[in-house]
């Protein structure tokens, strides 16, 4: 009898542990992609907070690009807008980037802006800030798989429904944008 009830709380404790240590894990891979989604958050705000400065220098040389410089403008302001969620704000930031590669066609066609000290760091840090973006990207979508997978596969996928654990977005490119490549930035300061 003793030996059939210490096989018994072995069992119950084997069986509890499983779904215990799923949990855990769904719990510490939502939050890794969580915390990886507000890094992304942080680099896309230091392009928003660029891209005013970007404008006005530009503004500066080629003060008859107004629609240019009102389409920017409202770009970033939509991406800055509303909640932020990998799917809703893809096509957001791919807006906002088209509209910056504009900006900058405009500077190709003004050599002195193109030569300008302010123009040229704005350049530097535009390109690190996107560099930065790519890699928060691609590190949140890694977390993320990491993170579905786990929601669907078994048996982890019993915990994950009863806790609900859904299934979390990447943040992708529209396949037009991605194969368009970076804007086109000359860091030789040449004309």
């Given at each position: ?30 939050n ?53 969620e ?7 930031e ?42 928060a990207r ?54």
């Amino acid at each position: 009898m003793n030996a059939a009830l210490i096989v018994l709380v072995i069992v119950l404790v084997l069986a509890l542990a499983g779904p215990l240590l799923i949990y855990n894990r769904l719990v510490r891979l939502r939050n890794v992609t969580r915390e990886s989604w507000r890094d992304i958050d942080t680099e896309l705000q230091r392009r928003y907070d660029l891209i005013p400065n970007l404008v006005n220098t530009v503004k500066g040389y080629a003060a008859h690009e107004q629609q240019t410089f009102e389409a920017v403008t409202a770009q970033r302001a939509d991406a800055m807008s509303g909640v932020r969620e990998a799917d809703q704000q893809g096509p957001r930031e791919q807006a906002l980037a088209q509209g910056v590669t504009q900006l900058l066609a405009v500077a190709e066609r003004y050599p002195d802006l193109k030569a300008s000290e302010q123009f040229l760091a704005l350049q530097r840090e535009l390109s690190d800030t996107e560099d930065r973006i790519q890699v928060a990207r691609r590190i949140y979508n890694a977390n993320v798989r990491a993170y579905d997978t786990l929601v669907q596969t078994f048996p982890a996928m019993l915990v994950a429904r009863w806790f609900k654990f859904t299934v979390q977005p990447y943040f992708e490119l529209d396949p037009i944008v991605r194969g368009a490549g970076p804007p086109p930035v000359d860091l030789s300061g040449r004309t």
